[in-house]
Nanobody, 121 residues
Framework: QVQLVESGGGEVEAGGSLRLSCVAS????????MAWFRQAPGKEREGVAG????????EYAASVKGRFTISQGNTKTTVYLHMNSLEPEDTAVYYC??????????????WGQGTQVTVSS
């Protein structure tokens, strides 16, 4: 059983930055894929960025590459999403997920509660 808790969402003007945090419970020695997804109103949930906690293997959606960075904290159970040059199109609820395969949301069982990110123009 893994529980995920996100934080760091909020409202920012276009061009601004935010950092999202995700802390996972469970076995700190385990290695698995952790990823960020987002879902805007009326749209499907899409993968944003992912990382394998055992090291290496970063992945980004084309729409955020060069603007967003996923990183791990001092422990493998904490993952950050650094979002720069935010655009109104980035407005969505952002979810942290664990234990799936890369950026395919259908493969993930463990999800956080979501945090709202709103980018105003």
């Amino acid at each position: 059983q893994v529980q995920l808790v996100e934080s760091g969402g909020g409202e920012v003007e276009a061009g601004g930055s935010l950092r999202l945090s995700c802390v996972a419970s469970g076995d700190p020695a385990a290695n698995y894929y952790m990823a960020w997804f987002r879902q805007a109103p009326g749209k499907e949930r899409e993968g944003v960025a992912g990382v394998y906690t055992g090291g290496g293997s970063l992945e980004y959606a084309a729409s955020v590459k060069g603007r967003f960075t996923i990183s791990q904290g001092n422990t493998k159970t904490t993952v950050y999403l650094h979002m720069n040059s935010l655009e109104p199109e980035d407005t969505a609820v952002y979810y942290c997920a664990a234990g799936g395969l890369r950026l395919d949301p259908s493969t993930y069982y463990y999800w956080g509660q979501g945090t709202q990110v709103t980018v105003s123009s």
